[in-house]
């Protein structure tokens, strides 16, 4: 059985991801549409060995796609999803534009692939924030066995989840200083060249940033919405790849090594952690990887049955386009039918 898709936002880093783990997974394809804004109409962009050329969305007809995979903005998402998804194609949406709509599942697949029985609803599935993928497949095992009460978490937060623009600005900004060129920041609020910025998209009235809130609502929708969570989202001079620093307090006792040993059976980790130098998981190490990884497993005795931990993953890649084209997958094996 094979499947028409339409790659929407085909020029951006995540759609050029989509594109490379379609191919890399050998999803079973009878034809991919690269799909854009009119102005990037014949662009080409890569299929595995084969070169497409961009189609403009504006003029596409979604009739007999089978699934759209978006990754072009809550705007374009908002306008179109819902389009495609009343000509039939299954939409699996990167953007935040569905993610807390009750009728919209919100999947990870490793996590909550039960939830896209609920697809039928609207025709559309959620892929949730890059920061809560990762965290919620490392969490997802631990909490099965000790039931996770509360969690804090600072994130590492790589340029290219802002995009390309933001990533220009990185190396930009980082010649700019080696060459005492003025530096402006555009994309980001302060210089982010050897610098940290603890702000990733707006302020919320109660002084947290609507990432930080995502990290929040969202975890409560895939896992549990019992969990308690506070994070602080933080910009770093870094590529590709988001780390995170977890601290956990269970309901039930646990240690170091109970972790480590649920979390290297579970499904999507990776678990490196040597208590030596160098034996634990850089962003560096994890780009083009489909793994989260999972350094620095220990116990935090400030809290009863605690535990903290370093995760890290590319988000490119198992943030958004990767974790896509595994909802596609799941969907596939659980429900869509389609003769060979």
Known sequence: MSYKVAVVGATGVVGHEMLNI???????VSEVVPLASRRSVGREVSFGDRTLKVKALEDFDFTGTDIALFSAGSGVAKDWA???????????DNSSCWRMDQDVPLVVPEVNADALAGYTKRNIIANPNCSTAQLVVALKPLHDRFRIKRCVVATYQSTSGAGNEAMDELFNQ??????HDEIEPKKFTKQIAFNVIPH?????????????WKMVVETKK???????LVATCVRVPVFVGHSEAVHLEFEEPVTAEEARDILREAPGCMVVDRRQDGGYITPLECVGDYATFISRIREDFTVDNGLAMWVVSDNLRKGAALNTVQIAESLIARHLKKAA
């Open 22 to 28: 379609l191919a890399e997974r050998e999803f079973p």
């Open 82 to 92: 819902p389009r495609a998804a009343a000509k039939g194609a299954v939409v699996i």
């Open 174 to 179: 980082t010649k700019a200083v080696f060459v």
């Open 200 to 212: 990733i998209d707006t302020f919320m009235e109660d002084g947290f940033t609507k990432e930080e």
């Open 222 to 228: 895939i896992l549990d919405p019992k969990i308690r």
